[in-house]
């Protein structure tokens, strides 16, 4: 199973680093699958730690994609780590061992903590529309544009019938990245 998530790692100086990721979770295993070059890759080697933040704040996953990686934290209880001030709930991870791969290494994790925060509400389709736009734009390299517009055209739908203020703020940050990259592809 693939959760998307919030991973916040440090470097050994104490400078948080927040990404949003995919993480893949298999009974008790925790694999974490950054590529190569990766600011959460070099921090986890060199720190062995990461927390795993829940967050149904979509926000924070369009902003680290658009240049928007200054949201609130506070430190990690068991770990060296930091935490989102908005994650409903943390898990705090130790790296045991490395699959090297020139492109996509897998760190293997273990939980060491675990803390819920705040009652999980529940989704709505607008949240999942830019959780999915977000994807696509950190694709705009490896996919064609005419496939990524046509996602993004489905996933309108739901946003235009459900979002909130904080669902259409994070669409708009989305949606001026897809525009300064069509005009690029255009001139």
């Known amino acids: 199973m ?5 991973v916040t790692t440090q470097n050994r100086y104490g400078t948080a680093h927040i990404a949003p990721m995919g993480i893949h979770v ?11 070059p990766s600011t959460t890759l070099e921090n986890l080697i060199s720190t062995q730690t990461a927390v795993l933040n829940y967050c149904d704040d979509v ?22 780590g930091a935490v989102l001030d908005c994650a409903l709930a943390h898990t705090e991870v130790e790296l045991v061992r490395i ?16 803390v819920n925060h705040a009652p999980f509400q529940g989704f709505n389709r ?20 005419e496939k990524i517009t046509a ?22 940050w989305l949606m001026a990245i897809i525009d300064k990259h069509t005009a690029e592809i255009e001139a």
Do not use: M, N
Not at 60 to 70: D, Q
Not at 99 to 114: G, Q, S
Not at 158 to 172: C, I, M
């Open 151 to 172: 996602e993004l055209d489905y996933l309108r739908i739901g946003l235009e019938k459900t979002a909130g203020v904080r669902e259409l703020e994070a669409w708009s």
């Open 2 to 6: 693939i959760q998307e998530i919030i």
């Open 59 to 80: 926000r924070v996953f369009a902003g680290c994609l658009t240049g928007r990686r200054e949201w609130p934290i506070k430190p990690a209880e068991k770990t060296a």
């Open 99 to 114: 699959e090297e791969d020139p492109v996509r290494p897998k760190l293997f994790c273990k939980a060491i903590h675990t």
């Open 26 to 36: 298999d009974g008790d295993d925790i694999v974490i699958l950054p590529f190569r």
């Open 126 to 145: 607008a949240q999942y529309s830019v959780l999915e736009a977000a994807i696509l734009i950190s694709r705009l390299d490896r996919l064609p544009l």
